[in-house]
């Protein structure tokens, strides 16, 4: 992926649930001495997959022993060791009864990967086999979950508990889903091999204007993308005459960013903020909301090129 054409999602996820990567001085130790209830009768948590959860603390919480709770089953496929799923987090310190991390709101869904090397142990096994779309709480306590130290950048302490809920996101579409649209006079040609695209046909196009352009090619049947969610896309970027694209992600896998919060270019965030899932999207993005008057010239994009883009919204987490 090319600079600035997205950050990455935060590289938060292993930080905090690795046990390893909590490890270190003293720091994270707590006296706190837990006399509340035990695993989920300490807590009530309410709310729909997708949506920061509602929590609400009936009294300090206990977890002598993990516990996992499954609060909504989803009608998606079961995940497995190894899998990489889009997933929004919220946890919680069950001595303090506060929130200390969370991704719903403009941070958006992350990026899991269910393996060792990402996941302490408790959450790989409280996520293996659940379904996509489900909501899923663990109780544990500090030791479990970020092994001897607690995880002091989250603010808890080794003597502390942990609360997290975990919504699954569905799992993408694998093409674009809903009505054909004709293709407007300003969009170029798209082509293709082997049921793949691999380029724009800018043969008869009119000159780009300055002006950001959006136009549908299939106008998606599912729902509309929020600002702050995180979507799951292909796209194909090629500059306004170029003989080549100068990205893609037909030939690769499908890749997932916020959206609305600056972590694209602006033509982006302006113009993928309210399409409906399963749209192929073309995008005209003129340079002051592309990469500026510096260009890129790590991808051969001037200063003053127009970019165009074809992007398959997949799905929104």
Same mark, same amino acid.
């Given at each position: 992926?090319l600079?600035?054409l ?9 930080v ?6 909590a490890?270190g ?5 707590s ?16 709310g729909e997959?997708?949506?920061?959860? !509602?929590v609400?603390?009936k009294d300090?919480l206990e ?17 497995? /060791?190894g ?6 987090l ?10 200390t991390? #969370?991704t719903y709101g ?9 393996d060792?090397e ?11 086999g659940?379904t ?5 709480a663990v109780v ?15 603010g808890?302490?080794?003597q502390? #508990?942990?609360?997290m809920?975990?919504d ?5 579409l ?5 009505? &054909?649209q ?10 293709a ?16 204007t ?12 599912g ?9 799951t896309?292909d ?5 306004y ?18 959206i609305? #919060?600056?972590?694209v ?7 993928l ?12 993005v ?5 990469y500026?008057t510096?260009?890129? &010239?790590? /991808?051969?994009?001037k200063?003053?090129? !127009? ?5 398959d919204?997949?799905?929104a987490?």
């Amino acid at each position: 992926m090319l600079p600035r054409l997205h950050r990455p999602l935060a590289a938060l996820v292993p930080v905090l649930l690795l046990g390893l990567a909590a490890c270190g001085d003293d720091d994270g130790t707590s006296p706190n001495a837990i006399d509340g209830l035990a695993g989920f009768d300490a807590v009530e948590i309410s709310g729909e997959p997708g949506s920061k959860p !509602t929590v609400t603390w009936k009294d300090q919480l206990e977890a002598d022993d993990p516990e996992v709770e499954v609060l909504t089953e989803g009608d998606g496929e079961e995940v497995a /060791a190894g899998d990489s799923v889009l997933a929004n987090l919220w946890i919680g310190n069950g001595f303090s009864q506060e929130e200390t991390y #969370t991704t719903y709101g403009e941070g958006g869904a992350q990026e899991l990967v269910l393996d060792e090397e990402q996941l302490a142990p408790i959450f790989l096994e409280a996520l293996e086999g659940q379904t996509r779309g489900s909501r899923v709480a663990v109780v544990a306590s500090a030791e479990e979950a970020f092994g001897e130290a607690g995880n002091p950048s989250l603010g808890i302490g080794n003597q502390d #508990t942990v609360l997290m809920v975990v919504d699954l996101a569905p799992a993408p579409l694998a093409a674009p889903q809903g009505a &054909k649209q004709q293709r407007a006079a300003w969009m170029p040609r798209l082509t293709a091999a082997k049921g793949a695209i691999t380029g724009f046909d800018f043969t008869g196009t009119p000159e780009p204007t300055a002006k950001l352009q959006q136009g549908f090619l299939i106008k998606g049947d599912g729902p509309v993308v929020e600002k702050g969610q995180a979507i799951t896309v292909d796209y194909l970027g090629q500059v306004y005459g170029g003989a080549k694209p100068f990205d893609e992600s037909y030939s690769k896998e499908p890749t997932s960013f916020p959206i609305g #919060t600056g972590g694209v270019i602006k033509g982006w965030d302006r113009a993928l903020a309210g399409v409906p899932v399963g749209s192929r999207v073309v995008l005209a993005v003129p340079p002051d909301l592309g990469y500026g008057t510096e260009g890129n &010239k790590q /991808a051969g994009i001037k200063g003053t090129d !127009t970019l165009y883009f074809v992007v398959d919204v997949l799905g929104a987490a």
